[in-house]
């Protein structure tokens, strides 16, 4: 009964520790979206800066979901500045 009574405590530590000495495998991260685009970009503009080649991945990457990238839009004309009031004279 002591035998019994032993294993049944025991066992559930026992395979604590069992899964507790396995390696975890190594967690694997997918590659960003962008990232598709890299040759593409650096075959299209060779020797660029890698703000030139990020900029161009993320702008196919908005092509490839059929959104216009940012930099294809036009900015707002500026309003043109308001005439200067007329100055008053002291007198």
Do not use: H, W
């Not at 080649?53 to 702008?59: D, H, L, N, R």
């Amino acid at each position: 009964m002591i035998k019994t009574i032993l294993k049944a405590a025991l066992l559930p530590s026992l395979a604590v520790l069992a899964a507790c000495t396995t390696t975890p495998p190594a967690p694997t991260v997918a590659p960003l979206p962008e990232e598709a685009f890299r040759p593409a970009c650096e075959q299209r503009f060779p020797g660029a800066t890698p703000f030139a080649i990020s900029k161009c991945m993320y702008e196919e990457l908005d092509k490839s979901r059929g959104v216009t990238p940012a930099s294809a839009t036009t900015a707002p004309e500026p309003a043109p500045a308001p005439a200067p009031a007329p100055a008053r004279r002291r007198r």
